[in-house]
């Protein structure tokens, strides 16, 4: 099955998604997301990485790449986003800085959940029951790094892990939003749950 992935690299750390993609998806089509004219034809997913919340959504506002994901989300595209990409695709979001809710998953999150880059740490993750269709796992490493919280969710959100009892990983429809960092793990699942949401779809 051959993947196009638009990987947004305005900033954050997208390098090392690339590499996890190349290993879930060996035939994927991976393409550079700057700004819209990087945009191919056609995606079949997007992954909005860790990074600066503010910086990115500023960015992809003066860009018009923000209206643009908006239309691929519409459209029935696979969104993966991590830490500040959860953020951005928030219904809410409590300390928000500069940035603001695109409204593609529902929930709320609290950005800078746990404080400084100090108070970054790594934990344990749960899977839970609803991630079982998707995985075999049932614990893995997570990296929180200046991480948010997601503070409530909708009905329509399924929660795929927890950590400390609180979510990490949420899916609604075409949206999958971790607020840690699986890229940067060697025994995250993630991946491979994307893997399997989409070629499920």
Sequence with gaps: ???NTGLIAIQGNFNSHRQ????AFPRSNLFLIRDIYDLPEKLDLVIIPGGESSTIHLLAELSGLRKSLEKLWEQGVFFLATCAGAILLSKKIINPGLAEPWNFIEITTQRNAYGRQVDSSIQTINYT???EKYT?????EGVFIRAPKIIEVGAEVEILARCNKEPVLVKQKNVLGATFHPELSSDSPVYDILKNIICSA
């Design 129 to 131: 029951e609803s991630a």
């Design 136 to 140: 075999s796992h049932r614990h893995s």
């Design 1 to 3: 099955m051959v993947i």
């Design 20 to 23: 996890k993609i190349s290993e």
